[in-house]
């Protein structure tokens, strides 16, 4: 998973990397940072989970739509506080195959949460170095705790529902398919910076 991202980003240049396909999307370059804050979100949950666990206290955290508001464009902030209740209850019936597919192929726009919306202009060495130190830092907290019972943590979300911590992980890397597609589409767009001169060259 990480070296297709890794491979999609690996010949561009910073032009490239910084070139938004429309006002108020995101670059390429936005759309790595954001993998890398979303996974950094998620490993410090995890660990929160796992220093319960060693803890003897009840391996289970709530993140609400005040900690991570995550949501469909259509729907505005003001509204996610009542929202909590009824989509938390709907999602004790939502089978997680239907969550992981809406996960992978959003059926409509959806906004970030604020802690991980991307830093513009991010340098090509610090996304590369950063992609990949991140999926180090989280190989070596599990490694560094092999014998936990880690089907027995719980992680819970309005908008997600409750996942294991195996969950937690498959959501992170459909995740990461689904914004590899993105910036499939982003490299495709014909005003894609240097696609011209390509065309030319191979004339």
């Avoid at 294991?164 to 914004?179: C, D, G, I, S």
Wanted: hydrophobic share 40%; aromatic share 8%; charged share 20%.
């Amino acid at each position: 998973m990480r070296l297709r991202t890794l491979a999609l980003i690996q010949d561009l240049s910073q032009e490239q990397l910084d070139y938004m396909p429309d006002p108020g999307e995101w670059s390429v370059g936005e759309v790595v940072d954001h993998l890398i804050l979303s996974e950094q979100v998620l490993r410090g949950d995890i660990a929160i989970l796992i220093e319960r666990t060693k803890a003897g206290q009840i391996p289970y955290l709530y993140r609400s739509f005040a900690e991570f508001n995550a949501r469909p464009a259509f729907i505005p902030e003001c509204t996610l506080p009542f929202l909590e209740i009824p989509l938390n209850f709907l999602n004790m019936f939502t089978p997680a195959v239907v969550r992981d597919y809406l996960i992978r192929n959003p059926p409509v726009r959806a906004l970030a949460p604020d802690v991980t919306l991307p830093r513009p202009g991010r340098t090509k060495a610090e996304l590369h170095e950063k992609l990949r130190s991140t999926l180090h830092e989280t190989e070596t907290l599990f490694a560094a705790n092999p014998s936990l019972d880690y089907d027995n943590m719980r992680h819970q979300h309005p908008l997600f529902g409750i996942q294991t911590v195996p969950q937690l992980l498959r959501t992170l890397w459909l995740h990461e398919q689904a914004h590899q597609d993105q910036i499939a589409r982003i490299l495709a767009s014909p005003s894609f910076p240097g696609r011209m001169s390509c065309r030319l060259e191979h004339r």
